[in-house]
């Protein structure tokens, strides 16, 4: 979800998101480096997830860990997609 490119906000951007695709906000997944997005969209019911890559810093990777968000590593970030669409219970 690319908030600055559309001129909405991101909490906007993934209930539209949701309600247009009919995906429940509990079944969308989350991945950003900023922890105020992911405390928003955690708060909307989302699974949010701390990139391990880009503007964060130190602190807020931190802070996403004692407030149990899982960071995912640019490393691994191709690997944790493959996860959530094997995982996919309405994969075809």
């Known amino acids: 979800i690319y908030g600055s490119e559309t001129g909405l ?3 906007e951007l993934i209930i539209r998101a949701s309600k247009e ?3 429940p ?3 969308i997944f ?3 480096d900023n922890l105020e997005n992911l405390r928003m969209a955690g708060a909307l019911g989302v699974n949010v997830y ?3 890559w880009g503007y964060s810093l130190a602190r807020e990777k931190e802070a996403a860990r004692k407030l149990g ?3 995912v590593p640019l490393q691994e970030l191709k690997n944790w997609v493959h996860g959530l669409i094997d995982a ?3 994969r075809h």
Do not use: H, N, Y
Request: charged share 30%.
């Open 9 to 11: 906000d991101k909490e």
């Open 21 to 23: 695709s009919g995906v």
């Open 25 to 27: 906000l509990s079944r």
């Open 30 to 32: 989350f991945l950003d």
């Open 50 to 52: 701390m990139a391990g």
């Open 69 to 71: 968000i899982p960071a």
């Open 88 to 90: 996919c219970p309405d």
